[in-house]
């Protein structure tokens, strides 16, 4: 979690979600070498922060990218 273990944190890039939505997406470096996925997610002033580890993140683009393909022709 954030706080007094983190080493460094490098920045994936932010995006704008529908409604007014933000994510921001981190890799944080803890000591030991330790790395996270970390998720910043922003709607209107609720924040949420999740850390996934690799294989929770694996696990979340196996679900999101056959996702995604299935509903491009949605996209205006």
């Not at 529908?18 to 944080?28: A, H, K, L, N, S």
């Not at 683009?61 to 056959?66: C, E, K, M, N, Q």
């Amino acid at each position: 979690m954030a706080g007094e273990f983190e080493e460094a944190v490098n920045d994936l890039g932010k995006f704008d979600l529908p409604y007014g939505r933000e994510v921001r997406m981190e890799e944080v470096v803890y000591e030991g070498g330790m790395k996270l996925l970390r998720l910043r997610l922003r709607e209107g002033n609720r924040h949420t922060v999740i850390e996934l580890d690799p294989a929770s993140a694996a696990e979340w683009a196996g679900v999101l990218g056959p996702w995604a393909k299935d509903n491009s022709a949605n996209l205006d």
